[in-house]
């Protein structure tokens, strides 16, 4: 009878590679998942343990050892979402799904009605929740704000120019935003007050003197739109502009202009810098400006960088970070308990959670609107089901070669 007993094990492993492959193929293309192989061991009898090795051992059949999982790399796949998020390299998000925490690799995310990140499950994705574009080190569900990025007012003006050294003098006369005679050139920069308006400040230049051994001096006026009614709309900063003879600008570089709004913003004191000026034989021109304010922006779209910072970009052309997130690795991934829905659990054999930025602690980086495929080989699946198959067929044909054998004695 050990003949049957030995075919029975061999049965019964061929069917659990059969379920394996057959489990494999199934989640061809669910976004994440990793394939397993079951891993067989021989069986002998303790019995038989001590025998000489001259007598020969004659073993009992088969037995599964493990079903392990192939955690390696799946191939990633744009979309058109850009909340999708693959990881590439080693780790696992983590996801707080029905209190519970989860971990997995399928990064197809959403929002859902509270702004909340979350998987096809309803799963909440964990990470670094930020606050006014600052991570505050928190570990929690991220949540994208849907409200409108509220104004900054502008306190700083950067202006680079070419002033050109070729340019009459004019004396004798202060600058007069309504007399262009009375300045060399002009140019208009937008500023914001603290409503979130939208301002235009006009910076006037007025070639004072010229001298070939100290330079060039250039008186700085301005004027803006939208001050308030019997407050200063113009002005001149009390610093000129100094060229040497080589046409560099010469410190102090920078002035302040104060002015109130009638929109009831609060008052603004903008610090005007000129740095990078020069004073050459060419035409004036603006180099660049910026200024670093803006008005209210309404959120427009968003984005994931490698290192897992979600970003919000505004209709304002502003941009602020979300939150980051954080993957999860384990010292023994085959350790890990499958749940279903695309989630697995730690267990001791796993070992700890440890959590990090992407890219760090032996940690991939994520690639955002895209997703990992699963990492089943659709070809070699095939083959080893027909592999599987025959040896479940050929087991069959033992116990059935067995039979005849008993039949044969029983006919005696």
Known sequence: MGTFNTALSGLQAASTNLQVLGNNISNANTV?????????????????????????????????????QQFTQGNIQTTSNPLDVAINGNGFFQFNYNGATVYGRNGQLQLNQNGVVVDGNGGELVGIQAQNGKLTGASGPLTISQNALPPQASSGLSIGLNLDSTNTPITG???????????NYSTTTTVYDSLGTSQLLTTYYQLSSASPTSGQTWNVGYSATGTASGTAASGTLTTPLQFNSSGQVQPPSSGTVSLQWADGA???????????????NSANAVINASSNGYGTGQ???????????????????????????TLTRFANNNGLQNLGNNYLAPTYVSGQPLSGSPGSSNLGVLQSGAVEQSNVNLSQSLVNLIVAQQAYQANAQTIKTQNAVVQTLLSL
Request: aromatic content about 8%.
């Open 32 to 68: 994440g998942f990793k394939s397993s192989n079951a891993q067989f061991a021989d069986a002998y009898a303790a019995a038989m343990a001590n025998a000489a090795p001259t007598q020969g051992q004659v073993g009992i059949g088969t037995q599964v050892q493990t079903i392990a």
């Open 173 to 183: 006369t202060a600058i007069n935003p309504n007399n262009p005679s009375t300045y």
């Open 266 to 280: 609060a008052p603004s004191t903008l610090a005007v810098n000129f740095s990078g000026s020069t004073n050459y």
């Open 299 to 325: 959120l427009s779209g968003l984005s994931i960088d490698p290192s897992g910072n979600i970003f919000a970009r505004y209709s304002n052309g502003q941009s602020q970070v979300m939150g980051q997130i």
